[in-house]
């Protein structure tokens, strides 16, 4: 009988290189990154100061905070990564690369977009993903960012 972290690995690496989900658009409206500044103490005036934003950055209004955007990751996460049969639970486990490529004017949708990159079980109870996130920006071609992120499924311990 094939354990739960066997079946899921098997089912991982068999995905390897394919894009495995698409989440739902989430709107970074200003209200949005006024709260983010808020919570991180992060207000610098090309975030938070739309007036001073539109006429003194080259962005013509604000912008989301890069790591805004990357906390939106988890949420993408939820919509494309259902749980695993015998799956506990699952931990953020880092980033191999991220990139911030383009910034995200307030009032623009993103979504994110998941490929398998590699699986290896670290040990008994321990199933480590790589995907390659793509989130990106309605209408425009050059998304948000792109990361290398690592998840750690974790499964019951065998009996």
């Not at 639970?89 to 880092?94: S, T």
Request: net charge negative.
């Amino acid at each position: 009988m094939t354990s739960p972290i066997d079946a899921a690995l098997a089912a991982t690496e068999a995905k390897i290189g394919l894009e495995i989900g698409v989440s739902n658009w989430i709107t970074v409206d200003q209200a949005m990154i006024d709260s983010f500044a808020e919570t991180t103490h992060d207000d610098q005036w090309i975030h938070v100061d739309p007036a001073r934003a539109a006429s003194e950055s080259p962005f013509g209004g604000t912008i989301a905070h890069g790591f805004l955007t990357l906390s939106l990751a988890s949420r993408f996460a939820y919509d494309c990564f259902p749980p695993l049969p015998g799956q506990v639970m699952a931990i953020n486990y880092g980033f191999n690369k991220l990139r911030f490529l383009t910034p995200v004017p307030a009032g623009c949708r993103l979504r994110g977009r998941f490929t398998v990159k590699s699986a290896k079980k670290r040990s008994a109870t321990e199933l480590l993903r790589e995907n390659v996130l793509t989130v990106e920006i309605d209408g425009r071609d050059t998304p948000a960012l792109v990361a290398d992120w690592l998840g750690m499924v974790v499964f019951p311990a065998p009996s």
